[in-house]
């Protein structure tokens, strides 16, 4: 059974910053890239970024290129995303996810396992 669970959603207002983390458990995740996703209210679900496993290849959503940052934490199974320079637009319900794919295939195919969603809310 493979969990992922997402913590660290909140209010913000603009200019701020959240961190959100994802704690992985139920299988080996050492071929796996993690990635975080977004869906905003009336929108479809958007690619934000994603994290080999390994953790030497990163790719992003050009909207929050130079202002998220993907990281992981190996021993505890867990992927963080740092945003900082938060703005209202990046308002959404933002999910984590896994799957058996290059960094940059991450933002094209639909990950296998989710995570339940935490909901992110910048003011302005």
């Known amino acids: 059974q493979v969990q992922l669970v997402a913590h660290g959603g909140g209010l913000v207002q603009a200019g701020g910053s959240l961190r959100l983390s994802c704690a992985a458990s139920?299988?080996?995740?050492?071929?796996?890239?993690m990635g975080w996703f977004r869906q905003a209210p009336g929108k479809e679900r958007e690619f934000v970024a994603a994290l080999s496993w390994s953790g030497n290849s990163t790719y992003y959503a050009d909207s929050v290129k130079g202002r998220f940052t993907i990281s992981r934490d190996t021993a505890k199974n867990t992927v963080y995303l740092q945003m900082n320079s938060l703005k209202p637009e990046d308002t959404a319900v933002y999910y984590c996810?896994?799957?058996?794919?290059?960094?940059?295939?991450?933002?094209?195919?639909?990950?296998?396992?989710w995570g339940q969603g935490t909901q992110v809310t910048v003011s302005s």
């Open positions: 139920g299988r080996t995740f050492s071929s796996y890239a």
């Open positions: 996810a896994a799957a058996r794919l290059t960094v940059q295939a991450m933002a094209v195919f639909r990950p296998p396992y």
